[in-house]
């Protein structure tokens, strides 16, 4: 069966272009895959976090990974810190990567130009993310556009390892959803839909009260003309309106512009679709958020199942090194 290892970080509330742009594949590879999933709390220390709230948002995204429908029963749900062979395997891969290639990465440039403090862990963080990936003989990985490059290392330093030392990690294939399959803001709907700091108003919580849900949606920027089509070149508005719709209901964008001659139509169907998908998704959460040692538990047997995995992976490649096994 094909392996699938993804990773999210806990660092923010998830909004719904996570979860309609990768969070719900999550949900639906299960049936086909063998799949893996991960909170990386590690990746969010490469800035600094407030203790209370980083573990707070942690147990909060399990739960809510939980509630959108990843199944403990089919899927290995983990926190990344729970299983060490991560850390131990990352820096392995730190001392396979060089040192140009990860400067080359655009995401560190991001993050740490204008940045009063840069962690070496900021500058190492794909090493990590390699070992997340190749502790668990990944075929798959789905991952939004910004991890491409991420991605792309994890394959290099598996290759080269192997080149190296013999036979050793599995070569992961990226899965990324397409474009178009991209939430964008509602207010400024050329760009991704990201944090809410940056535009409370066109940005979606999937814990979000369901009424402000609605609201945002109903005001959510259109376009010049009046006729509803499916072109998010020039009509980013109202074809991110139809994505979102599209994505709640499992249709497919130019055909459900077809149904609507206005806006004011599109934009009521639109937010109910997204009350009624998040509205199951809001109960379970808050069954799971009454019951934090029932979270736990399944947390437990989640990073027990990883370790399980990761451990004989881990062990070939120190053998491999040339590490001395202890006696
Ligand atoms: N870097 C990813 C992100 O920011 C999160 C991540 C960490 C990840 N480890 C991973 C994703 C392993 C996929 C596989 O979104």
């Known amino acids: 069966m094909t392996r699938v290892f993804s990773g999210i970080k806990p660092t923010g509330p998830v909004q719904l272009g996570n979860l309609l742009g990768a969070l719900r594949y999550w949900v639906t590879d299960q049936a086909e895959a063998d799949t893996i999933f991960c909170v990386v709390d590690l ?15 942690t147990l909060e995204l399990a739960q809510l990974l939980l509630a959108i429908g990843i199944d403990p029963a089919q899927s290995t749900l983990f926190i990344q810190s729970h299983v060490p062979e991560h850390t131990e395997l990352s820096w392995i891969l730190e001392c396979t990567a060089a040192f140009g ?54 394959r290099d330093l598996a290759i080269r390892f192997n080149h190296r030392y013999g036979d050793t990690f599995v070569v992961p294939e990226a899965s990324i959803p397409k474009i178009g399959a991209r939430v964008m803001d509602l207010q400024e709907p050329t760009r991704k839909m990201s944090k809410s700091e940056d535009s409370p108003q066109g940005t979606i919580l999937v814990l979000d009260d369901l009424d402000a849900v609605a609201k945002k949606i109903k005001r959510a920027v259109t ?105």
């Open 101 to 154: 290639e990860l400067r080359r990465m655009t995401q560190f440039k991001d993050k740490s130009d204008n940045a009063d403090f840069v962690s070496a862990g900021l500058f190492t963080y794909p090493a990590l993310m390699a070992a997340d990936i190749l502790l668990y003989d990944t075929d798959r990985v789905p991952v939004g556009d910004d991890q491409r490059q991420h991605l792309e290392l994890s």
């Open 43 to 57: 990746h969010a220390l490469t800035v600094p976090q407030d203790p209370a709230e980083l573990r707070a948002r």
């Open 223 to 327: 376009d010049t003309e009046t006729d509803v089509r499916f072109d998010p070149a020039t009509k980013p508005g109202v074809s991110n309106l139809l994505s979102i719709l599209g994505a709640c209901t499992g249709d497919d964008p130019h055909a459900i512009a077809e149904r609507f001659d206005r806006y004011g139509d599109l934009k009521s169907a639109c937010a109910e679709a997204v009350v009624e998908t998040l509205r199951p998704i809001q109960q379970r959460f808050a069954e799971l958020s009454a019951d934090p040692a029932g979270t736990a538990a399944i947390l437990a047997t989640g990073a027990e199942k990883a370790r399980s995995l990761a451990r004989p992976v881990l062990e070939r490649a120190r053998a491999n090194l040339g590490l001395l096994p202890p006696a």
